[in-house]
């Protein structure tokens, strides 16, 4: 993986500072990673964007971890565009869905984080260092719900992409069928494991001690707080498919799985939970 770095000086005053920082800088960006350290009254600041046409999370985070130290200014999240044309998956995920879901209700979720982190420490750490922190933790359950949807639909649209599902290839398929029995068997895990959610959450394809498996939590409960690593999700909240489907979560599911689940994304993740 090629990256394109550039690295600038901006003299900017307090006021300013804030503001602008908050644009330029981001941690949670699937696009680019934007990092800066404040020296006076000026932010040193590091732009990555990957040299790829995919815009995928990991291989960005992995560049910049080094970045990550206790004196960097971590600023406010920003909304992550989404990884495809609001249009390309149609018609299994209309844009009108996705204007919704993604415009107002992740945008909603990174709003409130951003206000309840706001001029605290917690301004200072990662989007994941957060939630494990706040996870079962009744006086912060508002910042870890904030938090892990923010976190769980960033996963979610790097989980889809146009043309896509169907089955996969390689050593995901291979792992798949250690640990299911067949690709047929993990669809059939997997749909039942979204369709029996009661009420809001999300299905998921983790890695759990080395071992591929479907869970489903509910409303904003994400794997990384339960030692797992995610792999895979399908959004189960009503807001995901209402519009779309209607009541009918099942057939959602199914379209995902068919038509709109990106595979090679999976497979990187799996790969590099793998390595870790
Ligand atoms: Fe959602």
């Not at 909304?79 to 149609?90: G, I, S, T, V, Y």
């Not at 390689?170 to 059939?188: M, N, P, R, Y």
Request: hydrophobic share 40%; glycine share 6%; proline share 4%.
């Amino acid at each position: 993986m090629c990256y394109e770095i550039r690295t600038s000086l901006f003299a900017i005053d307090r006021i300013t500072a804030r503001s602008s920082a908050y644009a330029m800088i981001s941690g949670v960006n699937y696009g680019e990673i934007r990092v800066a350290r404040r020296i006076g009254t000026a932010f040193f600041g590091v732009i990555a964007r990957p040299l790829h046409k995919q815009r995928s999370a990991p291989y960005v985070e992995n560049a910049f971890a080094n970045f990550r130290q206790s004196n960097e200014v971590t600023m406010a999240l920003e909304l992550p565009a989404l990884p495809f044309d609001p249009k390309a998956l149609e018609p299994h995920m209309s844009a009108n869905t996705l204007s919704f879901h993604h415009g107002k209700h992740h945008a909603a979720y990174v709003n409130n984080y951003n206000n309840l982190t706001k001029d605290s420490p917690l301004a200072t750490k990662s989007l994941e260092d957060v939630i494990k922190e706040s996870a079962n933790d009744s006086s912060k359950a508002g910042l870890f719900n904030n938090g892990a949807q923010v976190w769980n639909h960033s996963f979610f649209w790097n989980c889809l992409k146009p043309a896509g599902g169907g089955k996969p290839t390689g050593q995901l398929l291979s792992k798949i069928h250690a640990d299911f029995g067949s690709f047929e068997k993990f669809v059939e895990d997997f749909k039942a494991a979204g369709a029996t959610q009661f009420g809001s959450g999300w299905a998921w394809l983790v890695l759990d001690k080395g071992a591929l498996k479907v869970t489903k939590t509910g409303n904003a409960d994400t794997p990384m707080v339960h030692g797992q690593t995610a792999l895979f999700t399908v959004d189960v909240w009503e807001h995901a498919y209402y519009l779309d489907y209607q009541n009918r979560r099942p057939d959602f599911i199914a379209a995902v799985l068919e038509h709109l689940a990106n595979w090679d994304f999976v497979a990187d993740t799996l790969a590099k939970a793998s390595r870790a």
